[in-house]
């Protein structure tokens, strides 16, 4: 290993709490082509264990440290080149550990555009700043007159220029811009001003025409809503500290470099010079600086909040391979209906009318209850977009209506969201040739309910609507994020190898779309695999990618029993030792509670399998394939509450958690519009984060606490002591200058600690849904 190696092999470590080694063996594998999924799962003792959240953050910081010494090599090189370098520069160089650092190191060395300070140096000034720094008892323009000449014909015009030279040279010290820096993270707040004359068109954005936080405190969602702002050209942001006391002390910081404690005219004219540094150069420099890391701090927030919905609603419980009715519902162009099997097959398409404006509720009936008894449906799902509850009603009226022996599915509403960008996808439209877009939507539905997973995988999930500002984020990370996510999620659950379908193949490690496709072809043309090894028979999939993907596909019924299970097929032999040592066969092993009992897992280990694989055979022996999603269950709607006029405050609901963000957690409660609980409503003590409480398809027990129609805007809580705030004291705000309304207070007509006061946070949160 080379030391550069070596170094960032212990910087990683440190932050994932993990040892150099373990580091070191990881970057190995992934840069050999093993993939996250696989070296989490079937590499820990190579590893020591790591997960598979520590293993993404150590290959995004591997590529970010490894640019970082690449960026560290060539700002070498072109300082050497230069004639430049010096020990103490090396050692600055080599201890800087971000690349804003290295950048600051670097600054006076770059090569410039031509400057004020070049054409001052140019006519001969640089003498002149030297003279006033070495011979501060006599004054500047003492000095000033011997350097005037044509170019430079005044005194003014003499220091003006050495002025220039001085604050180029303060704003290339690595030094000074650090402290600088961690100053202003320090101290300055981020405020905002609206535009005059914009308050109408960006009354949306009303919390924030007189906004101040400070820049280390300001909460994610609202750094985003203020850049969204400033975007619109709604408000200005400022990020500075405070005027009276905050833009002295780094005026202060400045002279200080200067060593301007003296009360001379040399000093005098350095204090002055430092404060116009300050106003025309480091001011900038550093808003520019703070903004930016405000930006990716808002950025990377954002994110992780978007990746944890996902990941939830990727994991959610399926409901089964059950024949499934899926209705996807409209009012003037009718409730499009889809029934698909048990292994999601598309059997029969229709359209009902029992809307206005044809209300053929009869003929609805009559369709519904055809297909129910046709295809022995035992699920039907209804989408939750337009028409969703009085599809909901029909729905229930026909199941009562259902003939003698047939017996009545379950009924449940599902999110449809991202199903319409499904429908008109270039996948859907090979899948479904010939099925009208409005249909295709119906079948998304339904499968949905049947497997979250392998239908949610067809749709980018940008488009699934569980993020906060997603696209107002850096859509590279983001989309690098959900990527890992779904891999994750999907390698975690595993997949069926004769029934997956190509984008879902796509996501299971070591494949891709191109592999996937070639899997399916291969199974169109030869039928159902018969065993994992046969994967090997399909073009393009060679020993790496089946080294990769074959652990996490699944056979089942196949002539292998270990085909069903996570265990890889390189520790088969590991496995049959394990049956063997057991005297019995091995299908009477698999899926036995019990059964390995009497074994030690360490009279097992080898020198390729370790006792983490031995233990992992254990498990899977006992349970094999096993699911980690959660048992299936969904939230029951309230009879008569179909519309938010219908709601009133107190009433007690049930709901489905939709999306959760920094500030709280959206849920469904039956009314085409998601309501709040606002992060000081989920519990009865204080919550920091509302992933601690809720997730993504939980489903609740809320109270309304507020409701206002004209904005679509629903309050609730989940609290039990009546919904009293749990804000801790410093969470509240203190006062601050937003015309004289304390930081976080609530809108108008609003009490901030009343019952269920949504405050501030709901006008910047709730959005349409």
């Not at 020993?543 to 996490?552: L, R, Y």
């Not at 699944?554 to 049956?579: C, N, Q, T």
């Not at 989940?718 to 609530?746: L, T, W």
Request: overall charge neutral.
């Amino acid at each position: 290993m080379t030391q550069t190696a070596a170094h960032i092999a212990r910087v990683i470590a440190q932050e994932i709490a993990a040892s150099p080694a373990q580091v070191a063996a990881a970057a190995t594998l992934l840069d050999e082509g093993a993939t996250v999924p696989f070296v989490a799962r079937y590499r820990k003792e190579v590893t020591g264990g790591l997960d598979d959240t520590q293993l993404r953050t150590l290959a995004e910081r591997l590529a970010y440290l490894r640019e970082l010494e690449a960026r560290r090599e060539a700002i070498l090189k072109s300082i050497r080149e230069q004639g430049k370098l010096t020990d103490d520069l090396t050692r600055a160089i080599a201890q800087a550990e971000t690349k804003a650092g290295l950048e600051d190191i670097y600054l006076p060395f770059k090569p410039k555009r031509r400057t004020k300070a070049m054409i001052a140096r140019e006519n001969g000034l640089e003498p002149l700043l030297r003279a006033i720094m070495d011979q501060r008892a006599v004054a500047p323009e003492t000095h000033a007159e011997a350097y005037l000449t044509e170019a430079v014909p005044t005194v003014k015009d003499a220091l003006t220029g050495a002025r220039d030279i001085l604050t180029e040279e303060l704003s290339e010290r690595a030094d000074l811009l650090g402290k600088l820096r961690d100053f202003m993270r320090r101290e300055a707040f981020v405020v905002s001003k609206v535009i005059e004359g914009k308050e109408a068109a960006g009354a949306k954005f009303a919390d924030y025409f007189d906004q101040r936080e400070k820049w280390a405190d300001i909460p994610s969602h609202r750094a985003l809503a203020i850049l969204r702002a400033a975007k619109e050209e709604i408000v200005t942001i400022e990020v500075a500290p405070e005027a009276e006391t905050g833009v002295p002390q780094a005026i202060a910081m400045i002279a200080a470099s200067l060593g301007t404690a003296g009360d001379t005219p040399g000093d005098r004219w350095l204090r002055a010079a430092a404060d116009w540094a300050w106003r025309v150069k480091f001011s900038l420099t550093l808003y520019i600086d703070l903004l930016g890391e405000l930006r990716q701090r808002a950025h990377e927030a954002a994110i992780t909040v978007f990746s944890r919905n996902l990941k939830d609603l990727l994991l959610a419980a399926p409901a089964g391979a059950k024949a499934t009715l899926g209705l996807d519902p409209g009012i003037r162009t009718g409730v499009k209906c889809a029934v698909v099997d048990k292994t999601g097959k598309l059997l029969e398409t229709a359209t009902i009318y029992p809307f206005q404006p044809r209300m053929d509720v009869r003929g609805a009936e009559a369709t519904l209850i055809q297909l129910i008894a046709k295809h022995g449906v035992e699920l039907v799902a209804i989408g939750n977009g337009t028409a969703s509850r009085e599809t909901e009603k029909l729905v229930g009226d026909t199941l009562r209506l259902l003939p003698q022996g047939v017996k009545a599915p379950t009924r449940v509403v599902v999110s449809e969201a991202g199903a319409s960008v499904y429908s008109a996808s270039e996948l859907a439209a090979r899948e479904f040739p010939g099925l009208d877009v409005s249909l295709r939507g119906a079948v998304s539905i339904a499968r949905r309910l049947q497997d979250p997973l392998a239908e949610l995988v067809k749709i980018t999930p940008q488009s699934i609507g569980v993020g906060q500002y997603q696209h107002d984020v850096d859509q590279r990370s983001l989309s690098r994020a959900l990527d890992a996510v779904v891999e994750d999620a999907v390698n975690a659950v595993g997949v069926d190898l004769n029934t997956a379908s190509a984008p879902l193949l796509a996501q299971v490690a070591g494949l891709g779309p191109s592999l996937a496709e070639s899997i399916v072809l291969y199974r169109e043309e030869h039928g159902s695999f018969p065993s994992r090894k046969t994967l090997l028979k399909v073009s393009g999939l060679g020993p790496k990618a089946f080294e990769q993907c074959a652990g996490f596909l699944r056979i089942r019924d196949g002539a292998e029993p270990l085909d069903a299970s996570s265990v890889h097929p390189e520790a088969y032999e590991v496995a049959r030792r394990i049956v063997s040592a057991c005297g019995r066969d091995l299908r009477q092993i698999v899926g036995t509670a019990g059964a390995l009992n009497a074994l030690r897992a360490e009279d097992f280990v080898t020198g390729s399998f370790g006792l983490p694989t031995v233990r992992d055979i254990f498990r899977e022996l006992e349970k094999p394939g096993r699911d980690p999603r959660p048992e299936f269950k969904t939230a029951k709607f309230s009879e008569g509450v179909e519309e938010i006029k219908d709601l009133k405050p107190g009433m007690r609901l049930e709901g489905t958690v939709t999306n959760v963000a920094a500030f709280g957690a959206f849920v469904d409660i039956g009314v085409h519009q998601d309501g709040l609980v606002h992060v000081s409503q989920l519990a009865d003590r204080f919550v920091k984060d509302p992933h601690e409480v809720v997730k993504a398809g939980d489903v609740v027990q809320v109270r309304v606490t507020e409701v206002d129609i004209a904005r679509k805007r629903i309050g609730l809580t989940m609290r039990k002591d009546g919904g009293a705030s749990q804000e801790k004291p410093a969470d509240r705000g203190q006062p601050s200058r937003q015309g004289g309304k304390p930081k976080g207070a609530a809108p108008k007509g609003t009490k901030p600690d009343a019952p269920g006061g949504l405050g501030a946070a709901l006008l910047e949160a709730m959005k349409k849904r």
